[in-house]
């Protein structure tokens, strides 16, 4: 499984961003996503994930209120959109699948790909 997350940039504090993932050639069927970031000198941590077939969605802390994830099933993309962004989510975003997991635990998941950097900054 080859993963792509993009969309990332420069956003204002309160601004609004919208990253998305692209699992190449499987279908989102069989693979559950979960997004994570790691900021400057932190530790990767979970955000979400949205399951395999169901679509149920799980949000860690860091993302409950502000970050919504979804997908498409047409176009196999999953999506974060992260609203009302603080300075202190600057960091590289992930997305990464597992055809199993139903939070975002990194040792859940197989497949990781390039992150994506996300800076909010005024």
């Known amino acids: 499984v080859q993963l792509r997350a993009f969309g990332g940039g420069l956003v204002q504090p309160g601004g609004s961003l919208r990253l998305s993932c692209d699992p190449s050639r499987f279908t989102l069927d069989y693979l559950s996503i979960g997004w994570f970031r790691q900021a400057p000198g932190k530790q990767r941590e979970g955000l979400s994930c949205?399951?395999?077939?169901?679509?149920?969605?799980y949000y860690t802390e860091a993302a409950k209120g502000r970050f919504t994830t979804s997908r498409d099933g047409a176009k196999s993309t999953v999506y974060l959109q992260m609203n009302n962004l603080k300075v202190e989510d600057t960091a590289i975003y992930y997305c990464?699948?597992?055809?199993?997991?139903?939070?975002?635990?990194?040792?859940?998941?197989?497949?990781w790909g390039q992150g994506t950097l996300v800076t909010v900054s005024s």
């Open positions: 990464a699948a597992s055809n199993r997991a139903l939070l975002p635990i990194e040792e859940e998941f197989n497949y």
């Open positions: 949205i399951t395999k077939q169901t679509g149920g969605t």
